[in-house]
Nanobody, 119 residues
Framework: QVQLVESGGGLVQPGGSLRLSCAAS????????MGWYRQAPGKQRELVAT???????NYLGSVKGRFTISRDNTKNTVYLQMSSLKPEDTAVYYC?????????????WGQGTQVTVSS
């Protein structure tokens, strides 16, 4: 069984920073792309950032220059460093990964972590 476990969410003031982590565990053969999505109340889930296995990144336009996605392949972990946070970044953040486990490829999601940006 493969699991993604997120951590690092919380309450932060506008202009502040947070770092999210997401660790994959279980019988993992390889991990393809990893990413972060977010869903604000009453809105659809949207892609925030992705990173391929060889480190290529892609960002939602509104977070470019403020958020940085990275990964540690030795730890099966993806990170999202968020800076200059704005109230509109408030959402539940979910990590996602394409994982090969026991010859089966699956798209896995974490349970979500709340990020609240408010004074």
């Amino acid at each position: 069984q493969v699991q993604l476990v997120e951590s690092g969410g919380g309450l932060v003031q506008p202009g502040g920073s947070l770092r999210l982590s997401c660790a994959a565990s279980g019988r993992i053969s390889s991990i393809n792309a990893m990413g972060w999505y977010r869903q604000a109340p009453g809105k659809q889930r949207e892609l925030v950032a992705t990173i391929t296995s060889d480190g290529r990144t892609n960002y939602l336009g509104s977070v470019k220059g403020r958020f940085t996605i990275s990964r540690d392949n030795t730890k099966n972990t993806v990170y999202l460093q968020m800076s200059s946070l704005k109230p509109e970044d408030t959402a539940v953040y979910y990590c996602n990964a394409g994982i090969l486990s026991l010859d089966l490829y699956g798209n896995y999601w974490g349970q979500g972590t709340q990020v609240t940006v408010s004074s």
